[in-house]
């Protein structure tokens, strides 16, 4: 269910509200999610491998199409139903959807018309008619009583009455509640979809059940709870021999077709036959003789004893009037001479011959007088004749337009044999239905309305479609499009006529560089057809030619165009299309041949104007460099070249410069070049001394034993050295590795760093008794020393507070700090972004200005240069 019903998740659905007079359109959310949730819900918790989707699914999709394209009409009446119209549905087959006010007068008109032909045919009163009449659903037929008449407006699972609310969320018609309706097949569950038009899906719920032949079990929707196995039935058939040999079926095995060579009844044939056949009579009499001995069974095949001989005991004549006992059975019963008597066929006359043997005559003979069926004509004839006359009946038949005709008429006249003809209130089809009374029924038809893809279509009844628009599809349109955004193109919705204009900008590049900043004016592609619910009988085979585009205009960019020496601060703002050169009358500034230094002529053309780099352009006329060189060395060194100013790299420097090891012991001499040319690691190995470190470790008072090394020491917390390790009172003393000494302080919580060098090692070693002797007496010593203080011990006022509730107060006063402190941290957050944008608009501001007054002050003087002189 997962893959095919996940499509009604994927397709967005809403209803809208249209009102016919003003084209006022109001529109609601979407639904069909809401609708649909609890049954995915349950169909995905219960079973992921059920992928058929339900064709009752199907019928709610395909009303809240209608719905959501405006679609949704009354078969009778042909209006729209708006979500405010109270309606009625049908709940037998169609499900359809009818306003209150059409389907009660339908209804009405069809009960009464239905009582009024049951009094003109029946022998029942009017009243009797009027409380049997039925009428029928418009669309399906369906018959109703006319009880069933509906009174009042429900919603579609019938639980509310006048369901109507200004809820958008609530699908019009419906009490927004679980529909909570029993499911077919009687499965004992209930429907678990929000109230909804149309029928109730099958049962999503998971329970055991097997096979039809009770081989295979397994857990299944109780909707689809009956399955086969595909294996053989192999139930026992009715014969008791033979199994069924069909794959797993529902309801009996059929009957047994085994062959075989069975007897008969009788057992005188035998034949081959099918096992279901194997009871058969053949054609043969039995001729056996009876118990009498005289006469022979003439019975067909048959099973058991023949039985008495018929002739044997009490027998009668032919008419039976006279009886004969004791008579033998071979003789043969005298007749008796009386009239026969026996009631003919007609079933109103007897027999007029004498006693005889054999059936009396077929045809009653005797001449009656007799009415004709309409009852005008009488007249004598016999018995086994019927008398009709030639008049024709002129009473009007059920559809009360055209008279029976029929001859010798009995009253009964039949139904009209003729079709209606009458033009429905589709106003396309006439009525296919036999001549009626009373209006017809709605045109059966639907029509189909699509999209341009025709991926998305609804149906409408016939006769409204020309008021429909086409439904919204949801899918991209398959037109690529020919601007050169094709790629970039934002896709849209499938639609009918012309695409939208592409909204990008152009973006073509021209020659100069720079790009179109207009709407783009490209080609655009042939345009679909409009929406017609009529097409052109001629078809035009000339498909639609694409619309050309137009040409970018000129480049109307304004850019900052430099003099013809390329000099900064003298560029000019002009047309990028507009190729004028210009001299700023400045220094030349060009870069000299030796390529350190600049010219210092007058502004002047340059031989190559294309390069824009230092490097690649070429002097006129410059002149020559002759200062030192004054290059940075490549490897870098802060040695100046001793040159003079020259292109290309500067010969390798050989000063010789001074490093000292990474112990600080001693101090190397290296040339320049060599030293630089060194990478980091060798440079490392080259500035060590090779003696040891003799540098103090952190940890401890030792000197590190390691070869001369750069950086830190390694390992400090390994340190071998012996330390003399005391009591707290320095009277036991021992022997320890200082990596020990260092471990037993961290133990202890403290940091071997922290150790002055005097009282490293001490107090490691526990104190014995003669330890704590001597420092009982060196205690009262000391309190003997001190001044004896009454100490009074002040009475605690606080009250006694639990631990949880103190340590639930430090973690609340922590959290109200911690939230300040977060809203302090973002204030002034926001207040250094504001500081550093307005500081970095106004100084966009200020600079913009400052470079349009330079210009214009540039500009001003180079009016006044050419009023001095004429000739530039």
């Not at 940890?699 to 070869?707: A, D, S």
């Amino acid at each position: 269910m997962t893959s095919t019903v996940v499509n009604y998740q994927h397709h967005l659905l809403s209803d809208s509200d249209t009102d016919s007079d003003n084209g006022h359109t109001e529109s609601f959310p979407d639904l069909s999610n809401s609708i649909f949730k609890p049954y995915l819900e349950s169909a995905n918790n219960q079973l992921s491998f059920a992928t058929s989707s339900s064709p009752d699914l199907s019928k709610i999709q395909s009303f809240l199409n209608s719905s959501s394209s405006g679609a949704l009409s009354c078969l009778i009446c042909l209006e729209r139903i708006r979500p405010s119209d109270p309606t009625w549905h049908c709940s037998s087959l169609c499900f359809s959807l009818f306003h209150l006010i059409c389907i009660q007068s339908w209804a009405r008109q069809s009960s009464d018309l239905s009582a009024a032909l049951a009094a003109s045919r029946l022998p029942i009163t009017a009243e009797k008619a009027a409380e049997s009449s039925t009428w029928n659903c418009p669309k399906c037929r369906s018959q109703y009583s006319k009880s069933e008449i509906p009174k009042h407006y429900f919603c579609f699972c019938g639980k509310l009455k006048d369901p109507y609310s200004e809820d958008p969320w609530i699908l019009p018609h419906s009490c927004g509640e679980v529909c909570n309706r029993p499911l077919q097949h009687n499965c004992g569950h209930f429907c678990l979809l929000l109230c909804h038009p149309g029928p109730c899906p099958s049962c999503p719920k998971l329970v055991k059940s097997s096979c039809f032949c009770g081989k295979v079990h397994e857990a299944r929707r109780c909707g689809f709870k009956n399955f086969s196995c595909n294996k053989s039935c192999s139930k026992p058939l009715d014969c008791g021999s033979h199994k069924c040999l069909q794959i797993c079926h529902d309801g009996a095995c059929p009957p047994c077709k085994a062959r075989a060579v069975y007897r008969c009844q009788c057992g005188r044939v035998q034949q081959e036959r099918e096992c279901c056949e194997r009871d058969f009579r053949c054609e043969k009499e039995c001729k056996r003789l009876l118990s009498c001995g005289k006469h022979v069974c003439e019975k067909g095949c048959h099973t058991g004893e023949c039985g008495d001989c018929p002739l044997q005991g009490k027998r009668t004549c032919p008419c039976g009037k006279r009886e004969y006992e004791g008579m033998p059975c071979d003789v043969v019963v005298p007749m008796c001479g009386a009239t026969c008597d026996k009631t003919l066929s007609c079933g109103l006359h007897r027999c007029p011959e004498r006693c005889h043997r054999g059936p009396c005559i077929e045809t009653c003979r005797i001449v009656i007088a007799k009415l004709c069926r309409c009852r005008s004509l009488k007249k004598e004839v016999p018995c086994y004749q019927d008398l009709a006359c030639e008049r024709k009946c002129q009473r009007m038949r059920d559809c009360g337009r055209h008279a029976c005709k029929r001859r010798c008429c009995d009253g009964d006249c039949p139904p009209c044999s003729e079709f209606c003809g009458k033009r429905l209130r589709c106003r396309n089809h006439k009525c296919p239905s036999p001549c009626h009374r009373g209006p017809c029924a709605p045109c059966p038809l639907m029509v189909t309305i699509s999209c341009a893809c025709g991926e998305t279509r609804f149906e409408v009844p016939c006769g409204t479609e020309m008021d429909q628009k086409p439904p919204k599809c949801r899918k991209s349109c398959h037109i690529t499009p020919l601007c050169r955004h094709a790629s970039n193109c934002k896709p849209h919705k499938c639609h009918y006529g012309a695409c939208p204009a592409c909204r990008l900008i152009c973006e073509e590049e021209y020659p100069c560089g720079h790009k179109c900043k207009l709407r783009c004016h490209g080609p655009r592609p042939p345009p679909n057809p409009e929406f017609t619910l009529k097409p052109k009988k001629k078809k035009s085979n000339n498909p639609s030619e694409p619309t050309p585009g137009s040409p970018c205009p000129p480049c109307p960019e304004l850019v900052w165009r430099s003099c013809v020496g390329e000099h900064m601060g003298a560029e000019r703002m002009m047309v990028c299309s507009n190729r004028a050169q210009f001299s700023c009358e400045n220094l030349c500034g060009n870069l000299l041949p030796c390529g350190n230094h600049f010219c210092t002529k007058t502004c002047h053309a340059l031989k190559n104007q294309s390069s824009s780099s230092f490097e690649g352009r070429s002097s006129k006329f410059c002149e020559d460099c002759n200062l030192p060189c004054q290059k940075e060395r490549m490897p870098a060194c802060p040695h100046p070249c001793p040159l003079r100013c020259h292109p290309g790299e500067c010969p390798n420097c050989k000063v010789l410069i001074k490093r000292s090891c990474h112990c600080g012991s001693m101090v190397h001499v290296f040339e320049c070049i060599y030293y630089n040319t060194l990478s980091d690691k060798e440079q490392i190995t080259v500035r060590s001394c090779g003696g040891p470190c003799h540098r103090k470790l952190p940890n401890c008072t030792h000197l590190c034993p390691e070869i001369c090394h750069p950086g830190q020491c390694p390992s400090p917390e390994k340190c071998c050295k012996k330390i003399n390790v005391r009591c707290a009172c320095q009277t036991l003393k021992k022997e320890w590795q200082c990596q020990d000494v260092q471990a037993a302080y961290r133990n202890t919580g403290c940091d071997p760093k922290d150790i002055s060098k005097n009282q490293f090692g001490v107090g490691l070693l526990p104190c014995n008794s003669d330890c704590k002797r001597k420092v009982k007496v060196v205690d009262s010593m000391l309190q003997s020393r001190k001044p004896k203080v009454l100490e009074e011990k002040e009475p605690s006022t606080e009250k006694h507070v639990g631990k949880r509730r103190k340590k639930r107060d430090r973690v609340q006063e922590t959290k109200q700090a911690s939230r300040l402190q977060k809203i302090f941290t973002t204030v002034k957050r926001v207040l250094l972004f504001l500081i550093i944008l307005v500081a970095v608009i106004a100084s966009s501001y200020y600079g913009y200005k400052g470079l349009l007054k330079l210009s214009d002050w540039m500009n001003e003087v180079e009016a006044q240069r050419q009023k001095r002189h004429p000739r530039f």
